[in-house]
């Protein structure tokens, strides 16, 4: 098995680069065709992770949406639904979130070493907790996921953990899907905060594939050096 799995960064942006606005309500970039390209491209993973804020903020439930692709999993010897993941620095998570309280797939939480104890206290059996080093180290979270079988991973976000892939040098794989308008806010997230990334102008990422979905566009770009 590699050292680590496959790591594929997943996100829907506006055309300059936010994933949502400023606002209390959740700004929808993506549609009913892309929401079941995204269910599509889970069903052929192993694991989902997000980062804690995006818990808190979104409360997403993870799941394979289309019983036709759950169903095949199954036919494939794979369970339902994928590992759920997720990072936390803080150990702040609701254990009544719906990360935790849908689906029969494992929920892994990553966190300070420091705090592991005391969050799986909190969570009372509803997640395995794992302590990944003070402060935790993506390089221990992906060899964990590796020596439970996880051999390809996708990561839903948010911004701080996609840059925290993107900085790190793990990413090899990116599926950005471009919304048709602006959100011209330097209050709103964005798909990358600032930092040193080794996609450099003279190190480019290869795009692999551009579909059109109606009005948005999927660009697929590789990093260099890693097997699809």
Known sequence: MSERPYVLLSCAMSVDGYIDDASPERLRLSSPADFDRVDAVRAGCDAILVGAGTVRADDPRLLIRSPARRERRAERGLPPDLTKVTLTWSGDVD?????FTTGESPKLVY???????????RLAGRAEVIGAGDPPELE???ADLAGRGVRRLMVEGG?????????AGLADELQLVVAPF?????????FAHSGVFPQRPDRPM?????????DLVLLRYLTAGRRV
């Not at 966190?111 to 206290?121: H, N």
């Open 182 to 190: 602006f959100v011209g806010d330097p209050a709103a997230p964005r």
């Open 140 to 142: 221990r979270v992906l």
């Open 159 to 167: 911004g701080a953990v996609h840059t925290a892939f993107l900085t």
């Open 206 to 214: 290869r795009l692999e594939e551009v579909t059109r979905i109606g």
């Open 95 to 99: 254990p009544d979130a719906r990360f």
């Open 111 to 121: 966190t300070a070493s420091a705090r592991a104890d005391a969050l799986a206290g």
